[in-house]
């Protein structure tokens, strides 16, 4: 069974703090994404990677950015936090031949910025 | 664009009723992928079913069933005889090429809570 690891589950950080979310997969995907849930919009695509060092934006990109150095690892990076980024966020992989491939999801990071 | 619209919010039902979850998408492509999710409570997305555009027969797993439509652009879900273990956050997702490489990026539904009373 695929395995998507995340760092946290629950996370208090205060505004414009820098903000690491961690996200390790254990099956060798190369796709990886980031979402972030929200009630009543679903999840949103954040960024998402289909390569080591690759990435590319999804549809709410501003104020995050994402690091890819290892297959296996895809960082989100909150560069100054702020309290509209207060969420729920999601980590998924796939693999590379992504049309029609399920995602495989993490259990999810509750962010709270205060 | 693609777009994936789930109008029910919140479903609340009793157990043993049946309950059919509504999606609707929209795309450009002729080749699509559609996907079910259930979110319990734990947090973690289940893949629950995929069908490709191309393969309208309906299809049934145990107690789940879902119908798809491409006349109507719709992939609904059915729970039959539903348990308090249904309680879930349900999700309808849309996987296209969005007019080139799309990677496998999901666009997903608003979501349906549903809540089973004993």
């Avoid at chain 1, 950080?13 to 980031?34: A, I, S």
């Avoid at chain 1, 936090?81 to 998924?92: D, H, K, R």
């Avoid at chain 2, 999606?23 to 492509?29: G, N």
Wanted: net charge negative.
């Amino acid at each position: 069974d695929v395995k998507v690891t995340q760092s946290s589950r629950y996370l208090v950080k205060r505004t414009g703090e820098k903000v690491f979310l961690e996200c390790v997969q254990d099956m060798d995907h190369e796709n990886m994404f980031w979402y972030r849930q929200d009630p009543g919009l679903g999840l949103r695509l954040i960024y998402f990677s289909y390569d080591v060092k690759m990435k590319e934006k999804g549809d709410i990109p501003e104020g995050y950015s994402v690091s890819r150095e290892k297959k296996e690892r895809f960082s989100l990076i909150l560069e100054s936090a702020s309290t509209n980024q207060t969420s729920m966020y999601l980590c998924a992989s796939s693999l590379l031949s992504g049309l029609g491939r399920p995602q495989h999801f993490g259990d999810g990071t509750r962010l709270s910025i205060l | 664009a693609q777009k994936v619209t789930q109008a029910q919010t919140e479903i609340s039902v009793v157990e043993k009723e049946d309950v059919t979850l509504d999606c609707v998408y929209e795309t450009r492509d002729t080749t699509y992928y559609l996907f079910w999710y259930k979110q319990p409570p734990s947090g973690e997305l289940v893949f629950l079913i995929r069908r490709n555009s191309f393969d309208e027969q309906n299809e049934i797993s145990g107690r789940y069933s879902w119908n798809f439509q491409k006349s109507t652009s719709s992939f609904n879900f059915t729970i039959t005889a539903s348990q308090v273990v249904d309680s879930a956050v349900y999700f309808c997702a849309l996987s296209d090429n969005a007019g080139g490489t799309s990677y496998g990026k999901l666009t997903f539904g608003q979501g349906t809570i549903l809540t089973v009373h004993p």
